[in-house]
């Protein structure tokens, strides 16, 4: 399967401030990535859908302004929670989507744990 | 029409056992179901996947079942080991619809008892 990478794997940060976090595909250009939050003994919840070169796709009730997302490369998206508070303290998760052999095929990252003081 | 129904929710089997968890779902227009495998404080790692022109598949000790008609898809994981001990989606997904973007079952928690 697809390599993912997520950095960082945790963080922790004051309430107010933006956290950035980037999702790398590592073996092969993802046209399609997703984001995901999961929060403790719960199902991955569908934040958002990122392309490549246009404004990502958001999920119904996820604020777009709060969760800012970038797919400027076929390998790089990101994240950026703004202005965090504990309440989005939570586990994210990036997946790619296959664009190959196995084209419905989605490959997770290892997660990034945020917790916001 | 969206949703994916999983149990149950959490599973308790002894090591040689067989697992077996259930979903359910009612939008005949999903053609992707994949089945994932996460461990604690990790992303998920697919396990398994099958589409529904076909009923079983089978790699390894883990094969899924696969029934159209009453629109529900299983995972059997034959000789439970305590090494299989974690939580388990199923997931369903449309090919030409919404972008591939996965619907996640509830998860179950398995436990392999030695």
């Known amino acids: 399967g697809a390599v993912v990478s997520q950095h960082p794997s945790r963080v922790i940060c004051k309430s107010g401030t933006s956290v950035k976090i980037e999702c790398r595909s590592l073996?092969?250009?993802?046209?399609?990535m997703f984001w995901y939050r999961q929060f403790p003994k719960q199902s991955l919840m569908l934040m958002a859908t990122?392309?490549?070169?246009?404004?990502?796709?958001?999920e119904q009730g996820v604020e777009k302004d709060k969760f800012l997302i970038n797919h400027a490369s076929l390998t790089l998206s990101t994240l950026t929670v703004t202005s965090a508070h504990p309440e989005d303290s939570s586990f994210y998760i990036c997946s790619v989507l296959s664009s190959g052999g196995a084209p419905d095929t989605q490959y997770f990252g290892p997660g990034t744990r945020l917790t916001v003081l | 029409q969206q949703q994916v129904k999983q149990s149950p929710q959490s599973l308790i089997v002894q090591k040689g056992g067989i697992s077996i968890i259930n979903c359910a779902y009612e939008n005949t227009a999903f053609d992707y179901f994949p089945w994932y495998q996460q461990f604690p404080g990790k992303g998920p790692a697919l396990l398994i996947a099958?589409?529904?022109?076909?009923s079983e598949k089978k790699e390894g000790r883990f094969t899924i079942s696969f029934n159209k008609s009453a629109k529900q898809f299983s995972l059997h994981i034959m000789d439970s080991q305590p090494g299989d001990s974690a939580t388990y989606f199923c997931a369903a997904s449309m090919r030409y619809n919404q972008g591939g973007k996965l619907i996640f079952g509830q998860g179950t928690e398995l436990s392999v008892k030695p």
């Open positions: 073996d092969f250009q993802a046209t399609t």
């Open positions: 990122s392309n490549e070169g246009s404004k990502a796709t958001y």
């Open positions: 099958i589409r529904p022109d076909v």
